[in-house]
């Protein structure tokens, strides 16, 4: 099995509905994204999945979120947009793209900072 990842980065904003903290104030992060792709083949060329795929489908989903008060986003209309629901967002759209019988996103990773994150997956 082979596992590749990458990881970007985007700046937004949010506050936590119904939290009792100081998280429920607007501030913001700049957010860790670390996206995990699972393939048991390689190509012709020895390649499981191309970083290049990889890189732009994630960078189309986070021109979305990019410098956004995430609160304001459809997305986020009946949820907070915490740590945990932005991994499973990213992971369900980019799984849509990138998933192809071949290779498959194994998980995603969102971080609001060096030491604190969360992780989704399937």
Same mark, same amino acid.
């Given at each position: 099995m082979f596992e =590749?990842?990458?990881?970007?980065? @985007?700046?937004?904003?949010?506050? =936590?509905?119904?939290?009792n903290g100081d998280c429920k104030c607007l501030h913001g992060?700049?957010?860790i994204i670390q996206v995990f792709v699972q393939s048991e083949e390689l190509d012709e060329v020895g390649i499981a999945v191309d @970083?290049?795929? =990889?890189?732009?489908? =994630?960078n189309s989903i986070l021109e979305e979120l990019d410098h956004k008060y995430l609160n304001d986003l459809e997305i986020f209309k009946d949820c907070n947009p915490t740590s945990e629901n932005l991994a499973r967002y990213i992971y369900k759209r980019l799984s849509a793209a990138v998933n192809d019988g071949k290779a498959k996103v194994s998980k995603v990773r969102v971080c609001e900072s060096l030491t604190s994150g969360a992780s989704y997956y399937e």
């Open positions: =590749l990842d990458i990881t970007r980065e @985007f700046s937004g904003a949010h506050s =936590l509905r119904g939290y992060h700049n957010w @970083f290049k795929v =990889l890189k732009k489908e =994630l």
